[in-house]
């Protein structure tokens, strides 16, 4: 599966947002086989800012909230799974809070708010978090009720690759 969007700001900026099972570097060839064997197909989320540098506003995250859903909801055989970068510095009062604790803090606050504000229910954010030498890096699994001890295969495995 390979899905891309480009999402334009009222102020100019440009996201583009991938949607691919080409990409899976954070789950390793057996994780994958096994997910395979079940049925389930996992895609990773993309996203880049390629044009401007305006603080991304609640509109353009609704955009990239409505493309990841509808790729979801649209396929009963999907898992999402990603993580939080990074790369680029985002500004933030939380002076205590990595980039990545607060991507995936973001993340989940737009997940909750979507499923709840579209009254969905059998779909979970599964977080995972991995313990870092100087910091922590987190991964979001999105599964269907149906699909939670999958996530759980997932997570096991992230924890197992990159906890080292």
């Known amino acids: 599966?390979?899905?891309?969007?480009?999402?334009?700001?009222?102020?100019?900026?440009?996201?583009?947002?991938?949607?691919?099972?080409?990409?899976?570097?954070?789950?390793?060839?057996?994780?994958?086989?096994?997910?395979?064997?079940?049925?389930?197909?996992?895609?990773?989320?993309?996203?880049?800012?390629?044009?401007?540098?305006?603080?991304?506003?609640?509109?353009v995250l609704a955009k990239i909230e409505e493309c990841i859903a509808d790729i979801f909801l649209s396929h009963q055989d999907v898992m999402i799974c990603f993580f939080c970068d990074f790369i680029s510095l985002i500004p933030s009062s939380?002076?205590?809070?990595?980039?990545?604790?607060?991507?995936s803090r973001l993340f989940s606050n737009m997940f909750e708010r979507y499923v709840n504000?579209?009254?969905i229910v059998g779909i979970r954010n599964q977080v995972v978090t991995v313990k870092g030498i100087a910091e922590d890096y987190f991964a979001h699994v999105i599964v269907r009720e149906e699909h939670v001890y999958l996530a759980k295969i997932i997570g096991e495995g992230i924890q197992k690759d990159f906890g080292k």
Do not use: C, W
Request: proline share 1%.
């Open 117 to 119: 504000g579209h009254h």
């Open 1 to 59: 599966m390979n899905q891309e969007f480009v999402i334009q700001s009222d102020q100019g900026d440009e996201y583009r947002l991938r949607i691919t099972s080409d990409h899976i570097g954070m789950l390793s060839e057996d994780v994958l086989r096994e997910l395979a064997n079940k049925g389930v197909q996992v895609v990773d989320i993309e996203l880049e800012r390629t044009k401007g540098d305006n603080v991304t506003s609640p509109r």
């Open 94 to 103: 939380k002076k205590n809070m990595s980039v990545q604790e607060y991507r």
